[in-house]
């Protein structure tokens, strides 16, 4: 399996959807947002949090096979790129200005075991007609911040376009995850959640549900690997 390939093809795909929405936010790269229409958000939200998994596990098939000793080097196929940290520094018009690193963990599921199993199957319109109250109709399209939607969006594209550096941003975790486990002190083991990724559909609503599920099949393909 040529995995450099594949990870040009899906980033290709990735990217053009991407930049579909911040079309859609009516922003430029590297902008910022203050608000948006709930129905704007709802969209872009619709797209962002698959595409965001799909990022993950790009970054998962690249870091595979890179040595922490050797961490600074790139995937075959791949152009020399500066390496980030958790925070991203770059010259502003007043200084330095930081910004948001891409998250390379799937969000864990949260649930209250405690009452998982008493739960009463509760149905729900998705209208709340309850008296003096505001109307959640859809029609009721007011603006909601939109702050951390601008820099989750400036992220993603960012790691896009910088897949070695996220790779060996993961494989720096790798070392500290193995120091943690002689340690005996918990730590994440996977940057990809047990189960089904964030963002994953059963029913295709977009194209990225067809790119998160190759995706997906080719991280675990290649985990499956020997990581040699």
């Avoid at 929405?21 to 922003?27: G, N, Q, R, S, T």
């Avoid at 820099?151 to 910088?162: C, E, T, V």
């Avoid at 994953?200 to 290649?222: S, T």
Wanted: hydrophobic residues 40%; aromatic residues 6%.
């Amino acid at each position: 399996m040529d995995y450099s390939l594949a990870i040009r093809r899906n980033r290709d795909q990735l990217r053009t959807i991407v930049l579909t929405l911040f079309a859609l936010a009516k922003m430029r790269v590297g902008g910022s947002l203050f608000t948006l229409p709930r129905s704007t958000f709802a969209a872009i939200m619709l797209v962002l949090r698959p595409a965001e998994s799909c990022v993950r596990r790009l970054i998962v098939i690249a870091a595979h096979g890179l040595k922490q000793s050797a961490s600074s080097k790139q995937p075959d196929g791949w152009p020399d790129l500066p390496p980030r940290g958790g925070e991203i520094r770059e010259a502003g018009r007043g200084g330095p200005e930081k910004r948001k690193a891409f998250r390379l963990f799937d969000p864990l599921k949260h649930f209250d075991p405690d009452s998982i199993w008493d739960a009463e199957p509760v149905w729900e319109s998705g209208f709340n007609l309850a008296p003096n109250h505001t109307s959640t109709l859809a029609l009721d399209d007011k603006p909601l911040d939109a702050t951390h939607l601008g820099q989750r969006l400036n992220a993603l594209i960012r790691a896009l376009d910088n897949i070695p550096a996220q790779a060996r941003r993961l494989v720096r975790h790798y070392a500290r995850r193995d120091a943690a486990l002689k340690a005996r002190k918990p730590t994440r083991l996977s940057p990809m959640r047990p189960g089904l990724p964030p963002g994953w559909r059963e029913r295709k609503l977009h194209e990225i549900d067809d790119v998160l599920r190759e995706c997906h099949g080719l991280a675990h393909d290649r985990l499956n690997e020997p990581d040699t």
